[in-house]
């Protein structure tokens, strides 16, 4: 089964595709090999979650001058980012290919490899805001010492892992700086298959054409968790898919799942499920059975992985599937876009497609070995952080499941909300909840005024600037702690406070509690002596819905740019409570709690 585009099948996507409805990034290389051929399997990925990119080539036999000069190319491109692809050959040919006269010399010149790259990331962060991926190295194929090189410490082998080793530490040290692992992708293309020796030696172009792919897939990975492009939710069918067999037909003791095949290859994907699960990913079931049935599945089967708990929706009926995604998408509160449907039927994976577009399909292999397969090789269900809202996300849809079941049998939205009996704190930003305010900012698309993504390296500068306050925004009720949901982001300008960002979780819509968030930043604006706050709204796809959101609040409207989407709003600061209070027992701020 072929997991990964062809050349072919990467062209024919970007001849049919609308690049009409995409975002662009600017992606630059720093190389010393021949990498252009990637470019199509970079924009057949990157279009996967509507994005493409522009590319930027420095030569790869002058590297280092484009990135010491602040006025070279690189830099006048303002790449989103930079990809730092170097062959060790280029620069210790006798480690590589002479290594016991190289091992014996004083200065042996593997040893300054990791100071190079060093220096070059110093260079670039200096220069740049671009997120930096930076390939390691691949271990050789036939090490120097043969048979008894994995046995030494300091034998070839063991070197280029050090080498691989202190690539990931100059990650860990700096922020937005990311391991591209080409070690790995050569283990999963195979060592001969991954490098093509023909066009190494004609043209510096190392990878073969299986190779590819894969390394265009990483690189599409890191950009689309870096802006919040990444999915969120697997709805999955379950006859032949989460088990083997019709429940229907086959009964609770027919279906197959186990230790033996091909029960074992099912139990093998809901392991891979399970770990989705631990991950944060939302997990949905979508299957035409009886609810009965599959509930004493789910309850007494002695070799199902996945229980109830696991399961943050279960549209367990026989209604359409399209129907039933959409409720889910309602239900919970996410975009259709986030959400990934695997099934096995034919009709029921082409009805999706042709209604539901937003949503990304994976028709189940009738080999069941392959499943787990096509969905791990999928790739976009990836982040770049992860945090306490992660591992509890899923008992967090399911107290939403519980209010929109409450909100149905409240008579109004004021009692709804009353009745929840809502704790809201507003906390200023720490070391420690910097990683999930990136993660709002890169996943938060319906309601979020600008929709600017933050990197946990600019949001840290941030934080340590002393014209600037991010607050964070918990909620609580009586089902539950929502964790970290809201963010605002404010600049103090002279005597003028930029609302830079405001943000709130799609699962928080409709509580009203964005205008604590808002009173908490006026607040800190007006004790900050600013004469009034600016809001901007900047429009896209999906944020429509917190168009008018600024006028509602009492903003006026100071400047509406059509041509780049963008309304500014003002409000002077003495107006803070204008803002009406919105309905929740309980607000506290910086640890105050605060009366209204």
Same mark, same amino acid.
């Given at each position: 089964?072929?997991?990964?585009?062809?050349?072919?099948?990467?062209?024919?996507?970007?001849?049919?595709?609308?690049?009409?409805?995409?975002?662009?990034?600017?992606?630059?290389?720093?190389?010393?090999?021949?990498?252009?051929?990637?470019?199509?399997?970079?924009?057949?990925?990157?279009?996967?979650?509507?994005?493409?990119?522009?590319?930027?080539?420095?030569? @790869?036999?002058?590297?280092?001058?484009?990135?010491?000069?602040?006025?070279?190319?690189?830099?006048?491109?303002?790449?989103?980012?930079?990809?730092?692809?170097?062959?060790?050959?280029?620069?210790?040919?006798?480690?590589?290919?002479?290594?016991?006269?190289?091992?014996?010399?004083?200065?042996?010149?593997?040893?300054?490899?990791?100071?190079?790259?060093?220096?070059?990331?110093?260079?670039?962060?200096?220069?740049?805001?671009?997120?930096?991926?930076?390939?390691?190295?691949?271990?050789?194929?036939?090490?120097?010492?043969?048979?008894?090189?994995?046995?030494?410490?300091?034998?070839?082998?063991?070197?280029?892992?050090?080498?691989?080793?202190?690539?990931?530490?100059?990650?860990?040290?700096?922020?937005?700086?990311?391991?591209?692992?080409?070690?790995?992708?050569?283990?999963?293309?195979?060592?001969?298959?991954?490098?093509?020796?023909?066009?190494?030696?004609?043209?510096?172009?190392?990878?073969?054409?299986?190779?590819?792919?894969?390394?265009?897939?990483?690189?599409?990975?890191?950009?689309?968790?870096?802006?919040?492009?990444?999915?969120?939710?697997?709805?999955?069918?379950?006859?032949?898919?989460?088990?083997?067999?019709?429940?229907?037909?086959?009964?609770?003791?027919?279906?197959?799942?186990?230790?033996?095949?091909?029960?074992?290859?099912?139990?093998?994907?809901?392991?891979?499920?399970?770990?989705?699960?631990?991950?944060?990913?939302?997990?949905?079931?979508?299957?035409?059975?009886?609810?009965?049935?599959?509930?004493?599945?789910?309850?007494?089967?002695?070799?199902?992985?996945?229980?109830?708990?696991?399961?943050?929706?279960?549209?367990?009926?026989?209604?359409?599937?399209?129907?039933?995604?959409?409720?889910?998408?309602?239900?919970?509160?996410?975009?259709?876009?986030?959400?990934?449907?695997?099934?096995?039927?034919?009709?029921?994976?082409?009805?999706?497609?042709?209604?539901?577009?937003?949503?990304?399909?994976?028709?189940?292999?009738?080999?069941?070995?392959?499943?787990?397969?096509?969905?791990?090789?999928?790739?976009?269900?990836?982040?770049?952080?992860?945090?306490?809202?992660?591992?509890?996300?899923?008992?967090?849809?399911?107290?939403?499941?519980?209010?929109?079941?409450?909100?149905?049998?409240?008579?109004?939205?004021?009692?709804?909300?009353?009745?929840?009996?809502?704790?809201?704190?507003?906390?200023?930003?720490?070391?420690?909840?910097?990683?999930?305010?990136?993660?709002?900012?890169?996943?938060?698309?319906?309601?979020?005024?600008?929709?600017?993504?933050?990197?946990?390296?600019?949001?840290?500068?941030?934080?340590?600037?002393?014209?600037?306050?991010?607050?964070?925004?918990?909620?609580?009720?009586?089902?539950?702690?929502?964790?970290?949901?809201?963010?605002?982001?404010?600049?103090?300008?002279?005597?003028?406070?930029?609302?830079?960002?405001?943000?709130?979780?799609?699962?928080?819509?409709?509580?009203?509690?964005?205008?604590?968030?808002?009173?908490?930043?006026?607040?800190?604006?007006?004790?900050?002596?600013?004469?009034?706050?600016?809001?901007?709204?900047?429009?896209?796809?999906?944020?429509?819905?917190?168009?008018? @959101?600024?006028?509602?609040?009492?903003?006026?409207?100071?400047?509406?740019?059509?041509?780049?989407?963008?309304?500014?709003?003002?409000?002077?600061?003495?107006?803070?409570?204008?803002?009406?209070?919105?309905?929740?027992?309980?607000?506290?701020?910086?640890?105050?709690?605060?009366?209204?």
């Amino acid at each position: 089964m072929n997991l990964f585009p062809t050349q072919k099948q990467a062209i024919d996507f970007i001849t049919r595709y609308d690049w009409e409805k995409t975002s662009k990034v600017n992606i630059a290389f720093l190389r010393n090999i021949t990498l252009e051929p990637i470019q199509p399997f970079i924009r057949y990925y990157l279009g996967q979650v509507d994005l493409d990119a522009n590319f930027h080539f420095c030569d @790869f036999d002058n590297f280092l001058q484009p990135v010491l000069d602040s006025d070279s190319s690189l830099y006048q491109f303002n790449p989103d980012f930079i990809v730092i692809s170097l062959k060790l050959e280029y620069f210790a040919e006798k480690f590589c290919f002479a290594y016991l006269e190289d091992r014996g010399s004083d200065n042996r010149s593997f040893e300054q490899v990791p100071e190079l790259i060093h220096n070059i990331v110093s260079a670039l962060k200096n220069n740049s805001n671009a997120q930096i991926l930076v390939h390691n190295f691949e271990e050789p194929l036939f090490p120097a010492l043969g048979i008894i090189d994995s046995q030494g410490s300091d034998f070839q082998l063991a070197q280029v892992r050090y080498l691989n080793e202190s690539l990931r530490d100059i990650a860990k040290e700096n922020k937005g700086v990311y391991l591209i692992d080409v070690n790995l992708i050569q283990s999963k293309v195979g060592g001969f298959n991954s490098i093509d020796k023909r066009y190494w030696a004609i043209g510096k172009a190392p990878y073969s054409v299986d190779a590819y792919p894969l390394i265009a897939q990483n690189y599409a990975q890191m950009v689309a968790a870096n802006l919040g492009k990444t999915k969120k939710c697997i709805v999955l069918d379950m006859d032949n898919t989460l088990w083997g067999g019709i429940l229907g037909e086959d009964g609770f003791n027919g279906i197959k799942i186990g230790t033996t095949f091909p029960g074992n290859a099912f139990r093998e994907f809901q392991l891979v499920l399970l770990n989705y699960y631990h991950k944060g990913i939302i997990l949905c079931a979508c299957s035409k059975n009886n609810m009965d049935d599959v509930m004493e599945v789910l309850d007494n089967h002695p070799d199902m992985i996945l229980k109830k708990e696991h399961f943050s929706n279960l549209k367990i009926n026989w209604n359409d599937k399209v129907s039933n995604i959409k409720e889910i998408s309602e239900e919970l509160n996410i975009g259709l876009d986030s959400m990934v449907f695997i099934d096995d039927s034919d009709f029921e994976v082409n009805l999706v497609r042709e209604y539901l577009p937003q949503v990304h399909v994976i028709q189940a292999s009738k080999d069941p070995t392959q499943i787990s397969y096509q969905l791990l090789s999928y790739g976009f269900l990836d982040s770049l952080t992860f945090s306490k809202e992660d591992k509890n996300r899923t008992k967090m849809y399911q107290q939403e499941i519980e209010r929109h079941e409450l909100k149905k049998t409240t008579i109004n939205m004021s009692d709804f909300l009353a009745s929840l009996e809502m704790r809201v704190e507003v906390e200023s930003l720490t070391e420690f909840t910097i990683p999930r305010v990136s993660q709002l900012t890169q996943r938060t698309n319906q309601f979020n005024l600008t929709t600017k993504r933050y990197s946990t390296d600019i949001l840290e500068r941030l934080y340590k600037d002393g014209n600037t306050k991010i607050y964070t925004l918990k909620v609580s009720d009586k089902f539950g702690d929502s964790g970290i949901v809201g963010v605002i982001i404010l600049e103090k300008r002279c005597e003028a406070c930029l609302i830079d960002t405001l943000l709130m979780s799609c699962r928080m819509l409709g509580r009203d509690i964005e205008k604590a968030l808002l009173f908490s930043g006026i607040r800190w604006a007006k004790k900050e002596a600013c004469k009034e706050a600016v809001g901007l709204y900047i429009k896209t796809s999906k944020n429509s819905q917190v168009e008018d @959101f600024y006028s509602q609040m009492g903003f006026q409207e100071l400047e509406n740019d059509k041509e780049n989407s963008t309304i500014k709003y003002r409000i002077g600061v003495d107006n803070i409570f204008d803002c009406n209070s919105p309905v929740f027992n309980t607000l506290i701020i910086d640890g105050e709690q605060y009366e209204h």
